[in-house]
């Protein structure tokens, strides 16, 4: 290459090279100038776009508005009237302070700005043509400022041309609107787009605004959650389980009012919705993370979207056990009314409606960790599984050692309190589902479903605790392996033994089966060994599950009382009683309702 001499580029030039990394799209213009009309401290928002805001972007706010000298400096590079010193950058309680945006956005479209402050009669008119020299004027307008984008990208012919259809771009600025009205409830929006008008919002709480933005039937879907430690806070929405979504497009995270995408956080929230939901699906949340601005640093970014975390470790943990609180706490069945709806429900003629209802509702305390069930029984987080039924139950069909059953005797000789009262009538039909009645409907639980659930949860506890319940044989039985199961099987012997076989080695590739876990059927002892083994194979190839975990969905599924299993009535009280006495009553280990 040719020796050439080093210049320093001319400000329009380093201006449009800059634009790059802040303005992609309309997106990111209608983006910059919210957070603009915010700073600002503007109570009333109008977004005007036409064409997908590839033709105009117009942003109207009430905010302090600009005196004239303010408003042709607004437009260089690094001006900002939001820090001053590196002190202040490192406590940014501003959206902006990078002083990028309007330089930015000038040297690719044509720009108006039109700024009056309370103090001054008439607003400033200061335009700007693709990064030229700016033209300024005088005009009637109230206190406040609006600005006009017109023509993004038209000096700029390879990025136009990257711009994608007027729909495309229309979703994206309208999922930028989305999230400031709902970080920003305070604030009235209004968003018209090519003269229809989108949203009409006045100022309100965070819950009004999220019925606002997602509709009655969707908020019903949502459970509100709030805790604070010394530096932290998290406050918000979660979605119920049975609500997963097919993408991840209703995931919202603010840190500091900050719309931020965190993969780590986010892997917080999913990963409290684990064995709680169908593969492949999503939970909704919309989280407010508060922390002291020292403590993060947002300037990691030129559109500012991600942040960096002094202790993102703690932050995850805390994140995650309070969604799991507030999931283990609330009453998440899905109740399903039994009238014909118009649309795709109609074929079915039931339709699932979030709708809180009368089933046994648990509270929290969270000063001693109990979780206190309306018939005032005391199951502590710990030792969570079987409440009183007052039943003689089979146990041999639902399984229970000492250590599974905490009825105490006070409790179990309480008729008043037994579950009879929640479900006077209670059917088995086609030997798959039991219905019960229970006070303003009907409980459908699905047998096999619900019997993995309490299995699943019994066997990590036994995992946990170290305690565990079997039944010798009274004649053991041999079970000869091929030498690759052989080899699998030593691997997790000690898990095996956990659930609560005694097995013993036996020769080359052979085992002697002496006792099984309780939860067993009879008849299955031993040909559920192999079941075990193939399905644990399934499931480690399927995913990145812990050993452990895998081996107890296959132990609960494969010991679960199947479809086609007659139950007595007894039977099918203790059965769902001990499903609401687990964790996650409304779903299987698998995620299936
Ligand atoms: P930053 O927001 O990072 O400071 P910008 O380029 O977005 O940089 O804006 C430059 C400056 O212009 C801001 O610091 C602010 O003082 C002023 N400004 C921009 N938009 C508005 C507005 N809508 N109302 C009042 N002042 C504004
Ligand atoms: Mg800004």
Same mark, same amino acid.
């Given at each position: 290459?040719?020796?050439?001499r080093?210049?320093?580029l001319?400000?329009?030039?380093?201006?449009k090279?800059?634009?790059?990394?802040?303005i992609?799209?309309?997106e990111?213009?209608?983006k910059?100038? &919210?957070?603009?009309?915010?700073?600002?401290?503007?109570k009333?928002?109008?977004v005007?776009?036409k064409?997908?805001?590839?033709?105009?972007?117009?942003?109207?706010?009430?905010?302090?508005?600009m005196?004239?000298?303010?408003?042709?400096?607004?437009?260089?590079?690094?001006a900002?009237?939001?820090?001053?010193?590196?002190?202040?950058?490192?406590?940014?309680?501003?959206?902006?302070?990078?002083?990028?945006?309007?330089?930015?956005?000038?040297?690719v479209?044509?720009?108006?700005?039109?700024?009056?402050t309370? $103090?001054?009669?008439?607003?400033?008119?200061?335009?700007?043509?693709g990064?030229?020299?700016?033209?300024v004027s005088?005009?009637?307008?109230?206190?406040?400022?609006?600005?006009?984008?017109?023509?993004l990208?038209?000096?700029?012919?390879? /990025?136009?041309?990257f711009?994608?259809?007027?729909?495309t771009?229309?979703?994206?600025?309208?999922?930028?609107?989305?999230?400031?009205? =709902?970080?920003?409830?305070e604030?009235? =929006?209004?968003?018209?787009? $090519? $003269?229809?008008?989108?949203?009409?919002?006045k +100022? +309100?709480?965070?819950q009004e605004?999220?019925?606002d933005?997602?509709?009655?039937?969707?908020?019903?879907?949502?459970?509100?959650l709030?805790? /604070?430690t010394?530096? &932290?806070?998290?406050s918000?929405?979660i979605?119920k389980?049975?609500?997963?979504?097919?993408?991840?497009?209703?995931?919202f995270l603010?840190?500091?009012?900050?719309?931020?995408t965190n993969?780590?956080? +986010?892997?917080?929230?999913?990963?409290?919705y684990?064995?709680?939901?169908i593969?492949?699906?999503?939970?909704?949340?919309l989280l407010f993370? *508060?922390?002291?601005?020292h403590?993060?640093?947002v300037?990691?970014?030129?559109?500012?979207?991600?942040?960096?975390?002094?202790?993102e470790q703690?932050?995850?943990?805390?994140? @995650?056990?309070?969604?799991r609180?507030t999931l283990?706490?609330?009453?998440l069945?899905p +109740?399903?009314?039994?009238?014909?709806?118009?649309?795709?429900?109609?074929?079915v003629?039931?339709?699932?409606?979030?709708?809180?209802?009368?089933w046994?509702?648990?509270?929290?305390?969270?000063?001693?960790?109990?979780?206190?069930?309306?018939?005032?029984?005391?199951? @502590?987080?710990?030792?969570?599984?079987?409440?009183?039924t007052?039943?003689?139950?089979?146990?041999? &069909?639902?399984?229970?050692?000492?250590?599974?059953l905490?009825?105490?005797?006070a409790?179990?000789?309480?008729?008043?309190?037994?579950s009879p009262?929640?479900?006077?009538?209670?059917?088995q039909?086609?030997?798959?589902?039991? &219905? %019960?009645?229970?006070?303003?409907?009907l409980?459908?639980v699905?047998?096999?479903?619900?019997?993995?659930?309490i299995? !699943?949860?019994? %066997?990590l506890?036994?995992?946990?605790?170290n305690?565990?319940?079997?039944?010798?044989l009274?004649?053991?039985?041999?079970? *000869?392996?091929?030498?690759?199961?052989?080899?699998?099987?030593?691997?997790?012997?000690? !898990?095996?033994?956990?659930i609560?076989?005694?097995?013993?080695?036996?020769g080359?590739?052979t085992?002697?089966?002496?006792?099984?876990?309780p939860?067993?059927?009879?008849?299955?002892?031993?040909s559920?060994i192999?079941?075990?083994?193939?399905?644990?194979?399934?499931y480690?190839?399927?995913?990145?599950m812990?050993?452990?975990?895998?081996?107890?969905?296959?132990?609960?599924?494969?010991?679960?009382i199947?479809a086609?299993?007659?139950? $007595?009535e007894a039977?099918?009280?203790?059965?769902?009683?001990?499903?609401?006495?687990?964790?996650?009553p409304?779903?299987?280990?698998h995620?299936?309702?």
């Amino acid at each position: 290459m040719t020796h050439r001499r080093i210049q320093v580029l001319p400000e329009h030039l380093a201006n449009k090279i800059a634009a790059g990394e802040v303005i992609q799209r309309p997106e990111s213009v209608v983006k910059e100038l &919210l957070e603009n009309s915010l700073d600002a401290g503007a109570k009333h928002l109008t977004v005007v776009i036409k064409d997908g805001g590839k033709e105009l972007i117009q942003v109207v706010d009430d905010g302090i508005g600009m005196d004239e000298e303010d408003s042709v400096r607004s437009f260089q590079r690094h001006a900002t009237s939001k820090i001053a010193t590196y002190e202040d950058l490192e406590a940014i309680n501003t959206y902006g302070f990078r002083g990028e945006a309007l330089a930015s956005i000038a040297a690719v479209a044509r720009v108006a700005l039109k700024t009056r402050t309370l $103090d001054d009669d008439v607003a400033i008119v200061v335009s700007i043509d693709g990064g030229d020299k700016p033209r300024v004027s005088r005009e009637g307008r109230n206190p406040g400022t609006s600005i006009s984008v017109q023509n993004l990208f038209y000096n700029v012919p390879a /990025r136009r041309k990257f711009l994608k259809s007027t729909n495309t771009e229309f979703r994206h600025v309208y999922d930028v609107i989305q999230r400031f009205a =709902l970080s920003c409830p305070e604030v009235a =929006l209004q968003f018209v787009s $090519d $003269d229809e008008t989108i949203l009409d919002v006045k +100022s +309100s709480t965070v819950q009004e605004r999220v019925i606002d933005i997602f509709g009655v039937r969707q908020s019903e879907a949502l459970v509100w959650l709030e805790e /604070r430690t010394e530096f &932290l806070s998290v406050s918000g929405y979660i979605g119920k389980p049975m609500f997963g979504q097919k993408s991840r497009a209703n995931q919202f995270l603010f840190l500091n009012r900050r719309y931020i995408t965190n993969r780590n956080i +986010s892997y917080a929230v999913f990963s409290a919705y684990e064995n709680l939901m169908i593969k492949g699906s999503h939970p909704f949340f919309l989280l407010f993370l *508060e922390i002291d601005p020292h403590r993060v640093d947002v300037n990691v970014h030129p559109s500012k979207m991600e942040a960096k975390f002094e202790d993102e470790q703690s932050i995850y943990r805390f994140v @995650s056990t309070v969604v799991r609180k507030t999931l283990a706490t609330n009453n998440l069945v899905p +109740s399903a009314s039994l009238t014909a709806e118009e649309g795709a429900d109609a074929r079915v003629g039931l339709r699932f409606t979030p709708r809180q209802h009368s089933w046994p509702q648990q509270t929290f305390n969270p000063s001693t960790g109990e979780i206190l069930s309306p018939r005032t029984t005391r199951i @502590s987080m710990e030792q969570q599984s079987v409440p009183p039924t007052g039943f003689d139950v089979s146990e041999k &069909l639902l399984g229970s050692s000492e250590s599974d059953l905490v009825h105490s005797g006070a409790e179990r000789g309480k008729p008043e309190e037994v579950s009879p009262t929640s479900y006077p009538l209670i059917w088995q039909v086609h030997k798959k589902y039991i &219905l %019960a009645q229970v006070e303003n409907g009907l409980l459908i639980v699905d047998q096999h479903v619900a019997h993995e659930r309490i299995i !699943y949860e019994r %066997a990590l506890k036994r995992f946990e605790t170290n305690q565990t319940a079997t039944q010798q044989l009274l004649f053991p039985q041999s079970i *000869e392996f091929s030498p690759g199961d052989f080899a699998l099987f030593t691997e997790l012997h000690r !898990y095996f033994e956990q659930i609560g076989f005694a097995i013993k080695p036996f020769g080359r590739n052979t085992v002697l089966v002496e006792g099984v876990p309780p939860d067993l059927r009879e008849g299955c002892e031993t040909s559920i060994i192999k079941e075990l083994l193939s399905l644990y194979r399934e499931y480690q190839q399927a995913g990145t599950m812990a050993s452990r975990d895998s081996l107890a969905k296959s132990f609960s599924c494969k010991a679960a009382i199947k479809a086609g299993d007659k139950l $007595d009535e007894a039977e099918m009280r203790s059965l769902i009683d001990q499903l609401f006495a687990t964790k996650m009553p409304y779903v299987c280990p698998h995620g299936r309702p």
